[in-house]
């Protein structure tokens, strides 16, 4: 059966950054995350398991996938098999929507539509479970974008009772905002997130930040649910910038911002105390700016941060809604 997704991207505003190995040696996070699902930014994705077939193809914007997302495509796709009893290889076609050609990740929106697309092509149920447990093959951070709107990604408790767990803290409707990226480079990052989440724990500051997540999670939910922009703002900025102290001090350094990042975040300030402007910053791995906002201020807050030493170009997402099926087929 052939099966299509379609996901959008997510932004963290309490960040997932570090691993462990729990007590089968599979990679966990260290700390629970939320975010908010992005529209515009999305992937369309159509699976098909055939029996003619020696190994899984797969293209991306209609060329074939890159080795190493080839391998993380494996990779998901080894566990639906093994979910679903099968032993056949699929046909994978992929297409980015992103109005531009990279700057923005797309594992997220990518390993999302890939999960439902697949799990529903092997004939499996839409369980939650399975689905999460196949997306973080992918990129941990995919799972988020299975829901939309405001979404907690607990990871499972050190004994290994409790699994790791997805919920929906507000849909889409509750609070529409805005995150402007704003992009300086298009790049791929030297570090991938993958390889940073290993360094997590050699940074004296990891403790530090972990032992502060759950009042800062708790703040966040609260916000969310109050729509309570000033609050959430200082928080997702906050956080940002202990991810980052985290990632600059472990080691060997991880050292995603360029000059331009840092002229950005002061332009956000600057817009915010002297001009009054509702936005805040908030930075994955990479050095990429994400500037959160409402739709009324959007505009204004765009033109003024297109302005900014070294801005390309930005990308308006509002909060969109999670993952879905689509009727209409790739290929
Ligand atoms: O999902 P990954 O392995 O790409 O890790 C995501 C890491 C951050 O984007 C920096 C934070 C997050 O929670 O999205």
């Known amino acids: 059966m052939k099966a299509t997704a379609n996901a959008g991207s997510n932004i963290a505003f309490v960040k997932y950054?570090?691993?462990?190995?729990?007590?089968?040696?599979?990679?966990?996070?260290?700390?629970?995350?939320?975010?908010?699902?992005?529209?515009v930014a999305r992937t369309t994705t159509t699976v098909e398991f055939l029996a003619g077939l020696r190994q899984d193809s797969c293209t991306i914007n209609d060329r074939p996938a890159p080795p190493?997302?080839?391998?993380?495509?494996?990779r998901v796709l080894d566990r639906i098999r093994a979910l679903a009893h099968r032993k056949d290889f699929?046909?994978?076609?992929?297409?980015?929507?992103?109005?531009?050609?990279?700057?923005?990740?797309?594992?997220?929106?990518?390993?999302?539509a890939l999960a439902l697309a697949a799990s529903?092509?092997?004939g499996l149920g839409e369980k939650q479970h399975n689905l999460v447990s196949v997306a973080v093959l992918g990129s941990g951070s995919?799972?988020?974008?299975?829901?939309?709107?405001?979404?907690?990604?607990?990871?499972?408790?050190?004994?290994?009772?409790?699994?790791?767990?997805?919920?929906?803290?507000?849909?889409?409707?509750h609070w529409q905002l805005v995150d402007l990226v704003v992009i300086l480079t298009r790049e791929r990052k030297a570090v991938s997130s993958e390889q940073g989440h290993l360094l997590a724990t050699s940074s004296p500051l990891l403790k530090g930040r972990l032992a502060s997540l759950?009042?800062?999670?708790?703040?966040?939910?609260?916000a969310i649910l109050h729509r309570?922009?000033?609050?959430?703002?200082?928080?997702?900025?906050?956080?940002?910038?202990?991810?980052?102290?985290?990632?600059?001090?472990?080691?060997?350094?991880?050292?995603?911002?360029?000059?331009?990042?840092?002229?950005?975040?002061?332009?956000?300030?600057?817009?915010?105390?002297?001009?009054?402007?509702?936005c805040y910053f908030t930075i994955d791995a990479g050095p990429n700016i994400h500037v959160i906002t409402t739709p009324d201020r959007a505009t204004g807050v765009g033109r003024a941060?297109?302005?900014?030493?070294?801005?390309?170009?930005?990308?308006?997402?509002?909060t969109g809604r999670g993952a879905f099926f689509v009727e209409e087929p790739l290929f």
């Open 90 to 112: 699929a046909r994978i076609a992929s297409a980015n929507h992103f109005p531009t050609s990279a700057g923005i990740a797309s594992s997220a929106s990518g390993f999302a």
């Open 120 to 122: 529903r092509a092997a």
């Open 68 to 74: 190493d997302a080839l391998e993380r495509v494996r």
């Open 228 to 278: 309570d922009l000033p609050t959430l703002g200082k928080c997702l900025e906050a956080d940002a910038l202990c991810m980052h102290a985290v990632m600059m001090t472990s080691r060997p350094p991880l050292l995603y911002w360029e000059p331009a990042t840092l002229a950005v975040l002061k332009t956000v300030q600057k817009l915010r105390v002297k001009r009054g402007l509702p």
């Open 214 to 222: 759950n009042r800062l999670l708790a703040k966040v939910k609260r």
């Open 142 to 173: 995919a799972c988020r974008s299975l829901y939309g709107g405001y979404v907690l990604w607990s990871p499972p408790d050190a004994g290994g009772r409790r699994p790791s767990r997805l919920r929906q803290v507000a849909c889409e409707d």
């Open 17 to 39: 950054w570090g691993v462990r190995k729990d007590r089968r040696h599979r990679l966990v996070p260290l700390n629970p995350s939320l975010s908010m699902t992005l529209d």
């Open 305 to 318: 941060l297109k302005k900014a030493e070294g801005v390309r170009e930005i990308l308006r997402c509002p």
